[in-house]
């Protein structure tokens, strides 16, 4: 998050994000969604707790996954049927990999704009 001052010194914050999208043919194989979702499956431990923490449906979560899973060699989420503890879901190493290079694929690309970035968020307006 950036924050923008105006020529009266007021304060704007202003927010810039990448949205890198690695397409299999016609589908995302894996982009934003998909690592947001990796992310909040690391944090709830399940892919039904994800679809919650993201405001999202557990069937459009389930196909986000399948869709992620079946394009790559190994899948990233690994699921866990039932149980007294019930299922669950945590990522293998592709998937924390996939993770990790994304947003740092991100962070790069932040690093790389910087300066063109500052120039196109000067040209916001700052008051209403």
């Known amino acids: 998050m950036l924050q923008v001052e105006d020529v009266g010194g007021n304060r704007v914050n202003v927010r810039v ?29 399940s892919i039904s707790g994800a679809a919650r923490l993201m405001n999202m449906s557990y069937r459009r979560a389930w196909s986000l996954v399948e869709t992620l899973n079946n394009a790559l060699e190994q899948p990233a989420v690994i699921t866990v049927t039932g149980g007294a503890k019930g299922g669950g879901a945590q990522l293998s190493e592709i998937g924390e990999e ?29 008051e209403n």
Request: charged share 30%; no cysteine; proline share 2%.
């Open 17 to 45: 994000r990448f949205r890198l999208r690695v397409y299999q043919d016609a589908v995302v194989a894996i982009g934003p969604g998909k690592v947001d979702l990796l992310e909040a499956i690391v944090e709830a431990g």
């Open 98 to 126: 996939i993770i990790r290079r994304y947003r740092a694929i991100e962070a790069a690309a932040n690093r790389a704009a910087e300066d063109d970035i500052a120039a196109l968020t000067g040209f916001l307006k700052t």
